[in-house]
């Protein structure tokens, strides 16, 4: 995995809320990348295979790797792409007991790699599948929350813990109004920018039991490793950081976010000693 000039904290019990497992660097060696994760306290994570390719390939990952658990959609980017056999391919795959969500859907009015109309049919479908099927939805939301907001409205996602905003980029009008709505707030790495004040004032208005942290690895490393490849492990600069906006001791909001994490996807709680085979911690050579 990638080399660090920062120490990277230590700060068990995480959950990285939602990442990519499938991308380079942590596709080249899973295992590698889910050991160094589980050095540096992360214990679970939710892998997001969101693409008709991909969605295949998340079942199949969480149901290989016992900390990984998955969530299945089409982005917004590839809304074009999601016809009544996607939607229907969706629901067999949500079968499996490892699906724990479904998404990343959502509205994406910064790039427009699909027509707004077909985002706003592909994230209404998707949210009254996730509400038949009783699961969560983790929404990618840029430039358009008020259109989101709508769209949820109209659609109706579960009325208990409908889901979640990931790496939320809203400011404090935008986070309260997806509060209101009974959302989680995912926080990434864009939190820690220096230019990106805003969201941390969301994050400061946010109940302690609505954050979530994720790294959306391999994109979106946080500071101070900006730039560089992300990938699960790295959640921790994440909760020191944003632990700091608030004003708690990092383990507190560690914890704090895992138990909402394992609250909204219902996810059990870790075995004992489920760390991968090759965590350095339990390898021979660290004995």
């Known amino acids: ?3 660090l000039r920062h120490p990277r904290p230590h700060l068990p019990g ?19 990348a889910l050991a160094t994760a589980a050095a540096a306290g992360v214990e ?26 998955a969530s299945i959609g089409i982005h917004p980017h590839d ?7 996607v939607l229907a391919r969706i629901e067999t ?10 998404g990343e859907t959502g509205l994406d009015f910064y790039y427009d790699h699909s027509p707004r109309p077909v985002q706003h049919r592909a994230l209404g479908q998707q949210v009254e599948l996730a509400r038949r099927l009783d699961l969560p939805i983790v929404l990618h939301i840029r430039e358009a929350h008020d259109e989101a907001l709508a769209i949820l409205r109209e659609a109706g996602p579960r009325t208990s813990d409908p889901g979640m905003v990931h790496c939320f980029t809203g400011d404090p009008d935008d986070a309260r109004r997806w509060l209101d709505a ?30 979530l942290l994720e790294t959306d690895a391999p994109f979106l490393a946080p500071e101070p490793i900006r730039g ?13 950081r944003l632990a700091q906006e608030l004003g708690c001791p990092p383990e507190e909001l560690a914890r704090d976010a895992a138990t909402n994490t394992r609250k909204l996807l219902r996810l059990p ?10 965590d350095p911690r339990t390898s021979p050579s660290a004995r």
């Open 44 to 69: 679970q994570f939710l892998h997001i295979g969101c693409t008709t390719a991909s969605m295949e390939r998340a079942v199949t990952l969480a149901s290989t790797h016992a900390p990984v658990f």
């Open 228 to 240: 560089a490849k992300n990938e699960p492990a790295n959640v921790t600069f994440t909760c020191v």
């Open 1 to 3: 995995m990638t080399a």
């Open 79 to 85: 809304a074009r792409h999601l016809d009544d056999a």
């Open 14 to 32: 995480l959950i990285d809320a939602h990442c990519h497992l499938d991308y380079a660097p942590m596709a080249d060696d899973v295992e590698a």
């Open 269 to 278: 709680m870790p075995a004992p000693g489920s760390a991968p085979a090759d």
């Open 182 to 211: 009974g959302f989680h707030l995912s926080f990434s790495g864009i939190a820690t920018f220096k230019k990106t004040q805003p969201i941390r004032d969301a994050l400061r208005l946010c109940p302690r039991d609505r954050i």
């Open 93 to 102: 795959l949500a079968a499996d007991p490892k699906v724990v969500a479904i």
